[in-house]
């Protein structure tokens, strides 16, 4: 799926325990994330960028929130009927910021590191999202227990059902400050996550029998 500049493309975190692993950062009481460019996501068969050698990178996965109408000001039951389906999601991550500072010999206080995990999410063709699963479909996909496998590393995690935030809550928190659209984006965060492994060529996630891989360049 390829993106257009107008469409607005969010990443959340402090939804789920992997963002815990990754970020340190626990459950998040409200929908917070970052707006990624469109160019962050790589486009259908195009493998996803990857950190220079040496870097501590993950790769993680989850699922998208894709909007079918929008609107301003969302009740949680407009929300509901607003949702096209969701995307099976992954994601290359590094700290690039960090590295690039470290490579400098500056140091970051932790009141930057926000901007530290927006830097690596912001990159060019970090992201691939898969097919579009209807949000009816969805509801079966839901409970199932997540998987990730890079290379031959494999790791379980939690299904989407255990995501901290859903439509009912996303959309009006969102639409509370902006207009929602057709084909807005709301990753809704990592429900799994694996260290890089080194010379690692494709990465797959699964949910049920929702299956998405990417090639690794």
């Not at 010999?105 to 930057?112: C, F, K, N, Q």
């Not at 995690?157 to 996303?170: M, R, T, V, W």
Request: charged content about 15%; some cysteine.
């Amino acid at each position: 799926m390829i993106r257009t500049p107008e469409t607005q493309n969010w990443v959340l975190l402090g939804t789920a325990a992997a963002s815990h692993r990754v970020w340190g950062l626990r459950r998040i009481e409200f929908p917070c994330g970052y707006n990624v460019p469109a160019g962050a996501f790589a486009a259908p068969g195009q493998a996803l960028e990857m950190p220079a050698p040496g870097s501590q990178a993950w790769v993680l996965g989850g699922f998208a929130l894709e909007v079918a109408s929008g609107g301003k000001g969302l009740t949680s039951d407009e929300a509901r009927s607003c949702v096209a389906g969701y995307r099976p999601w992954i994601c290359v991550y590094h700290a690039a910021l960090l590295d690039e500072l470290e490579a400098r010999t500056h140091t970051i206080e932790m009141w930057d590191r926000g901007v530290a995990i927006f830097y690596g999410l912001w990159r060019e063709a970090t992201h691939a999202l898969g097919d579009l699963v209807p949000a009816e479909r969805f509801k079966s996909v839901a409970p199932a227990a997540t998987q990730l496998t890079v290379g031959e590393a494999t790791a379980e995690g939690e299904a989407a059902a255990a995501y901290a935030h859903d439509a009912a809550s996303i959309l009006p928190f969102m639409s509370d400050f902006m207009t929602v659209s057709q084909g807005d984006l709301f990753v809704q965060g990592p429900l799994v996550a694996l260290p890089l492994p080194s010379g690692a060529v494709e990465a797959v996630f699964q949910a049920g029998d929702v299956r998405h891989r990417v090639e690794l360049a």
